[in-house]
């Protein structure tokens, strides 16, 4: 892959977090496979995004945070475990955690749970550093289809639903694997969802 080069990055970055803060919707590359995201605390970009992925709005979205204390604003209470298991990942972790907060109520489940993972992907951090706290990391593919795991892949439908389009990455075939899904319950329980 060809280095891309920091100009058109800081460019590209400020462009996504731009229309971020104005309620928009954009396709961006993440620690694992292509998505769409927006202000995660945006009632209405979260709708857009159900509406444009044609998504039952009881199933769930993840969220992206770059730092652990970004997490600790999201939820009530981090089990010991977190620690653990974020320090022995291979791959990328989310974590599904009980009382959360912070964020558009849509990406609160019925049983008061949010997913979150901490993103070390170079852009996808940047830009919640950049705008101050969580972005939406959702599949960046119709309800029901095959998650795309290169910017080739993406449907003309996703990409002409969204605001903006990240270009950084779009020529990248490095192949990033889903995240490995992890719920942490009461009294410390864990449960390998995927």
């Not at 104005?22 to 159900?50: F, H, M, Q, R």
């Not at 049983?111 to 959702?138: A, M, W, Y």
């Amino acid at each position: 892959m060809k280095p891309e080069k920091d100009i058109d990055f800081s460019s590209d970055l400020n462009e996504a977090v731009n229309c971020l803060k104005n309620g928009g919707i954009i396709l961006y590359p993440t620690d694992t496979v292509w998505g769409i995201g927006c202000d995660a605390k945006n009632s209405e970009a979260v709708k857009k995004i159900y509406s444009l992925k044609k998504r039952a709005n009881n199933k769930s979205m993840l969220v992206l945070v770059n730092t652990e204390t970004q997490l600790e604003k999201l939820v009530d209470e981090i089990p010991e475990i977190t620690w653990d298991l974020l320090s022995v990942a291979v791959n990328p972790i989310t974590i599904i955690y009980d009382k959360a907060h912070g964020v558009a109520q849509e990406l609160i489940a019925q049983d008061g749970s949010l997913g979150i993972r901490i993103t070390h992907e170079r852009f996808s951090n940047e830009v919640c550093k950049q705008l101050g706290g969580p972005i939406v990391s959702t599949s960046a593919n119709l309800s029901g289809e095959k998650s795309p795991v290169f910017f080739s892949e993406i449907s003309e439908e996703i990409k002409k639903g969204v605001d903006y389009i990240v270009k950084y990455r779009q020529k990248d075939y490095t192949r990033h694997l889903p995240s490995n899904i992890i719920k942490l319950g009461k009294g410390g329980t864990v449960t390998i969802i995927r």
